[in-house]
């Protein structure tokens, strides 16, 4: 083989290399184009993310709030019907009481 057809062979080959390369740039450029504005949108779906698990632990800590208020307000409504109960008790035996020292009066006993 002659030497001098060897650098032609090369250079053909190389450039042909070039240019599958070059258009491999062009590609990739393509691809990049397309992708970063979907790239962007996942950012912004990662924030929404991150600000929806912000609400609902807002909204978490609401319900626990009202369950806790809830039970609250019932174990007060208990203590509120046992006093009304109990007040209802010493009005009753009040009463009895008075009429009973009515009736030990009457009778002369006291």
């Known amino acids: 083989m ?5 650098p ?3 250079n053909t080959f ?3 290399q070039l240019t599958k390369i070059g258009l491999a740039v062009v590609k990739i450029q393509e691809t990049l ?5 979907t790239l962007a949108t996942k950012t912004e779906l990662a924030q929404l993310r991150t600000e929806l698990r912000g609400e609902m632990a807002s ?3 609401m319900a626990e709030f009202e369950m806790t208020t809830k039970k609250e307000f019932a174990r007060i409504e208990t203590k ?3 006093l009304d109960k109990a007040v209802t008790q010493v009005v009753l035996l009040k009463d009895h009481e008075q009429r009973m020292a009515r009736l030990e009066e009457k009778a002369g006993i006291a």
């Open 8 to 10: 032609a062979k090369s």
């Open 80 to 82: 509120i019907d046992n």
């Open 14 to 16: 190389l450039k042909s």
């Open 59 to 61: 909204k978490t800590q």
């Open 33 to 37: 184009d397309k992708t970063l504005p």
């Open 2 to 6: 002659p030497k001098k057809g060897q």
